[in-house]
């Protein structure tokens, strides 16, 4: 019988049957039919350590033997202290407050109920979001709306408050005109503010690479200017660090590479290394003050079932600590995407070359218009997975995004995999 499984992201009509896999083992994953795939794309953008990794599994298994799992409002417990304690040590001093969720979706949510109720707490009504073109912060209501930019969503768009998008300032190797652009996109902003400051409660970035609208790539020098101005205006500037946290841009997080500081800023899919859902937002302390009131009505009134796995936890515990001991791991690729991408610099096919820490990413030209429904996309999805290859490029984005755990080795043969693919279409 047919699977009665229903595939995210998928239109079961034309997709063939999903691969089956029966283990996973550092960079590598093993299909049921005995082929091994290399996961040039940590899995959805989560394996940092690489599949099944020792320290992770040992760490689950011993925190199913202790505690798997327990309420979270009035009990708390030694994972999720440490967890938080142990993010915030990496975060800049004004972050002080951690609120645990399960995905990247719900951290998000949870942001955008915290500044909502943050105006609302203090007698304002801010009710406008700000947001990039081309963001993306999730598949639930209140994260598509901040992320409307993205056709997949056009069916809902009734359903959806009010956002304002501004564009974002991609650029890339050889871009000369990236100064203009971050130049019109403040001058746009601040014209908004300037108008009708006191409408916006707050805006949305994910800072230094927007993942999936395409692994889109901004300056920390952009991030300082808009943190400015956001400042300036007395805003809420919100870091969506779903993706970019934990090392994937090249330093812990993105805050940190660019030299700004958050309100509120979002992290899940690194957090617990790969193995479990879990999410936090985490808030200044000005913003918790706002809600530290003898009046019920200014509670922060959100949760979820599993808010605060210990097991998710105890996962994400290890993880960081993985990182902490050998940062080397996350920092140093890089300089091999930069030595290796010069296999591709001189393909015709081949623009808009971009590296961010442990992320690379190009254009492939094609005869239709970039983006998401380029056809070329199936047919090098399909190619690389020949070549065992596992890589999902969004319309006629290519990017690769590695476990930390690829050997130079490998990430060379990536490479000459990718150009030998590029020869061939
Ligand atoms: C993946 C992602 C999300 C959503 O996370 P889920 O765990 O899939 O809900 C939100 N923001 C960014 C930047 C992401 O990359």
Redesign the pocket.
């Known amino acids: 019988m047919a699977s009665p499984i229903w595939q995210p992201f998928t239109q079961m009509k034309a997709a063939p049957p999903p691969f089956t896999v029966v283990r996973g083992e550092g960079i590598w994953l093993e299909l049921a039919d005995g082929r091994r795939l290399l996961d040039c794309i940590s899995s959805?953008?989560v394996t940092l350590h690489g599949h099944a990794h020792p320290a992770l599994a040992e760490t689950l298994y011993q925190q199913a033997q202790t505690l798997e799992h327990v309420i979270f409002a009035g009990f708390t417990h030694a994972p999720a202290e440490q967890l938080a304690r142990k993010v915030l040590n990496h975060l800049p001093s004004e972050l002080t407050r951690v609120f645990f969720s399960d995905?990247?979706?719900?951290?998000?949510e949870v942001a955008l109920k915290m500044a909502y109720q943050y105006w609302r707490n203090q007698g304002e009504q801010r009710q406008v979001f700000l947001g990039f073109e081309g963001g993306?912060?999730?598949?639930?209501l209140g994260?598509m709306a901040i992320g409307q930019g993205s056709s997949w969503w056009q069916p809902f768009q009734p359903l959806m408050f009010t956002t304002e998008l501004v564009p974002f300032p991609a650029t890339f190797e050889g871009d000369l005109e990236v100064e203009t652009k971050e130049g019109q996109v403040l001058d746009h902003l601040t014209r908004l503010l300037k108008q009708n400051g006191d409408r916006y409660a707050g805006i949305f970035i994910?800072p230094l690479v927007?993942?999936?609208g395409g692994m889109r790539i901004c300056r920390p020098q952009f991030l300082q200017s808009l943190a400015k101005l956001v400042r300036q205006f007395d805003l809420l500037l919100i870091y969506?660090?779903?993706?970019?946290g934990f090392g994937r841009t090249g330093e812990l997080f993105a805050c940190l590479k660019s030299k700004t500081v958050p309100d509120l800023i979002?992290l899940?899919?690194g957090l617990s290394g790969g193995c479990l859902?879990l999410?936090v937002t985490v808030a200044t302390e000005q913003i918790y003050q706002a809600f530290y009131s003898d009046d019920p009505a200014q509670t922060f009134y959100h949760g979820h079932s599993y808010t605060g796995n210990p097991l998710a936890c105890a996962t994400g515990v290890t993880s960081l600590t993985l990182l902490e001991e050998n940062p080397q791991a996350y920092q140093g690729l890089e300089a091999q995407h930069q030595s290796y991408l010069d296999q591709l610099r001189d393909h015709p096919l081949v623009e808009q070359i971009r590296v961010c820490g442990t992320i690379a990413a190009f254009e492939v030209k094609t005869d239709s218009a970039n983006g998401y429904f380029n056809v070329i996309a199936p047919i090098l999805k399909t190619r690389f997975l020949e070549e065992g290859l596992l890589l999902r490029p969004l319309g006629n984005t290519l990017y690769l995004m590695p476990p930390y755990c690829i050997t130079p080795a490998e990430l060379e043969s990536v490479y000459q995999i990718i150009r030998r693919v590029l020869d061939s279409i």
């Not at 993306?136 to 639930?140: E, L, R």
């Not at 969506?240 to 970019?244: K, R």
């Open positions: 959805w953008w995905n990247g979706s719900t951290a998000v993306y912060h999730g598949d639930t994260a994910e927007q993942g999936a969506d660090e779903v993706m970019t979002c899940s899919k859902p999410a």
